[in-house]
């Protein structure tokens, strides 16, 4: 038993390692390992970022559209007919941004024959980082005698009547 002990310390003092050859640092190929890791994770995250970016963008046009639904139906409640324009129901302009020089435009429309019953509220992102936004780089509502309706397309469409719909899937919750 005696020579088992002293044949696993001459084993163990010569397994271990040079003290004047210590290792530091990192090989090429360990970086060149943990480079190329990083780049699977960068590549497989940055898509969902980004989209989780967009809908949060998304989030303040219909902020924007509800906004201007309370405000036509103030203004329809002291009027005959919903107003034509957003300067009417207290926007500085005709047509304004979400934010200032960022992501949605907003608009407000009427047809002077139904302007009593129907508007249209519209919020473009096309012109900005919510053109890669899909079917929702554009988002749209039409209130019609009561009913509200919405709409959502990419940034090259055009909203017809037949583009609004009771659920849209960018407008849910």
């Known amino acids: 038993m005696g020579i088992a002990v002293i044949e696993n310390l001459n084993a163990m003092h010569l397994s271990t390692p040079n003290p ?14 943990a480079v190329v890791v990083i ?17 949060g963008r998304r989030s303040e046009a219909l902020s ?3 906004a201007i639904q309370q405000a036509q139906e103030r203004y329809r409640s002291n009027n005959r007919n919903y107003a034509g324009a957003l300067t009417d129901i207290g926007y500085a302009s005709a047509s304004v941004t979400t934010r200032p020089g960022e992501y949605y435009t907003v ?18 992102g096309s012109a900005s980082g919510q053109a ?5 780089a554009k988002l749209g509502v039409e209130v019609n005698r009561g009913e509200i309706r919405y709409a959502s397309c990419n940034s090259s469409c055009t ?10 899937p960018c407008w849910s919750r």
Do not use: H, W
């Open 20 to 33: 004047q050859r210590s290792q530091r640092g990192f090989t090429i190929v360990e970086l060149m390992i």
């Open 39 to 55: 780049g699977v994770i960068a590549a497989l995250a940055l898509p969902s970022f980004l989209d989780s970016i967009r809908k």
């Open 64 to 66: 924007a559209l509800s």
């Open 107 to 124: 608009q407000v429309s009427t047809d002077s024959a139904t302007s009593a019953t129907r508007y249209v509220a519209t919020a473009d």
């Open 132 to 136: 890669g936004d899909g079917q929702c």
């Open 159 to 168: 909203f017809t009547a037949s583009s609004f719909t009771r659920s849209n």
